[in-house]
């Protein structure tokens, strides 16, 4: 009997991606049917969802490459070097399709907020989320440009040893300070609809009801399974 393709590790790990990459697709997928039921038209929030959305194509493409051609899943001694330098490279390009990911969710879910809740008479509401989106973008820049001067030269960034102090400056800093700059962006993202909502004449379990589902929200995209731990 032939072996499995895959082992416990390797399967587990495609069916994350597989797993992310079909609640993205739904997700978006129903949104743009709503609308269409509603007959209206797609707006910029939708579009930079969708750029978001391939982007999460782009981290599920690379990784199950680097599945079939790299080393993820596998014990050290049994790669080769190609395989573990491809590994390496896809996971470096993968922090840019991850970053932008990101960024655009958030700054769709700030329009979107804009032209649902923050109307004009809340201007400092409105004010709050614009300031969210140049965070965000601003975040988005600085994680590039942090990724691409890692180290010099440049091949550096997937060479052996992975960690090389001659030629590449700690990450762990600038990780630690983009990860705290991207929670307190999620953060007011979060708190700010309550403003809105906790001011409308609804039903005190109903107001709860729309905050969990905003908590629920904020919580996947902190803790979702394409994030690694030197991302914004």
Known sequence: ??????????????????????????????????????????????HLLLVATFAVYVIMANSIASLILGSIGQHASAVTQRQLKITLVILWANQFPHAIALCFTRCSISLLFLRIF??????????????CIIASVI???????????HCRPFHHNWAQPV?????????????????????????????????VVWGLQLRK??????????????MCEDWRPSRVPSQC
């Open 163 to 195: 960690k090389s102090h001659e030629h590449c400056y700690p990450l762990k800093p600038a990780t630690i300070a983009l990860a705290i700059f991207g929670l307190i962006i999620d953060g007011v993202t979060w708190i700010m609809p309550h403003f």
């Open 1 to 46: 009997m032939p072996p499995p393709p895959f082992n416990p590790r390797q399967r587990a790990f495609l069916a994350a991606h597989v797993i992310l990459g079909s609640l993205a697709t739904l997700f978006v997928a129903a949104r743009f049917a709503a609308k269409r039921m509603k007959r209206l038209g797609s707006t910029t929030d939708d």
């Open 205 to 218: 379990a109903h107001k709860i009801a729309i905050t969990s589902i905003f908590a629920l929200g904020l």
């Open 139 to 149: 975040c988005l820049l600085i994680r590039s440009a942090i990724v691409l001067l």
């Open 118 to 131: 923050y109307m004009h008479v809340f201007p400092r509401l409105r004010i709050t989320a614009y300031m």
